[in-house]
């Protein structure tokens, strides 16, 4: 009885030390690639939930008829190197590296991708620029 005692205390121990990790609680907003004109920009987010499960989603409003498209994906616990999400809707994937304030668009490695894509408007002018996947966390 005291080995799984002390079993108990110690697998309690490590979830707590793992959930500790996490860069936050809650729900972020983030737009790393500006959407185009059409069916109307889709709001990304990211939701960690208090027991370290990692939630990825959207909605998107099309704006020719007013539907709505939404889907929300665990992608599991936090992995401070790369997540990876599949939204079903879209068949997109994405690689995703979280930090407490920046979320950033990876490869299956981890490292941060560099791409025109990537680019605001004024850093665009130049077709061989090639800027970081990144953006700042917004809470709702």
């Known amino acids: 009885m005291k080995k799984l005692f002390c079993l ?3 697998c309690i121990g490590f979830l707590s030390f793992a959930q500790s990790k996490v860069p936050f609680v809650g729900k972020r907003f983030y737009d790393i ?3 185009f004109s059409g069916s ?3 709001a990304y987010y990211v939701d960690i939930k208090k027991n370290g499960d990692v ?3 959207y909605v998107q409003m099309n704006q020719a008829d007013g539907t709505e498209t939404a889907e929300d994906i665990n992608v599991g616990k936090y992995n401070p190197k790369v997540m990876t999400v599949h939204f079903k ?3 997109e994937t994405f690689n995703l590296k979280l930090e407490k304030d920046k979320i950033y668009l990876t ?3 981890g490292n941060i991708q560099k791409t025109s894509d990537c680019c605001s408007v004024a850093e665009s002018t130049d077709p061989d620029t090639k800027c970081s996947c990144e953006s700042e966390l917004f809470k709702p």
Request: hydrophobic residues 35%; glycine residues 16%; proline residues 6%.
């Open 33 to 35: 690639v500006e959407g």
């Open 8 to 10: 108990l205390i110690l």
């Open 89 to 91: 809707k879209f068949n």
């Open 40 to 42: 109307g920009t889709p």
């Open 55 to 57: 939630h990825f989603g």
């Open 107 to 109: 490869d299956k490695n």
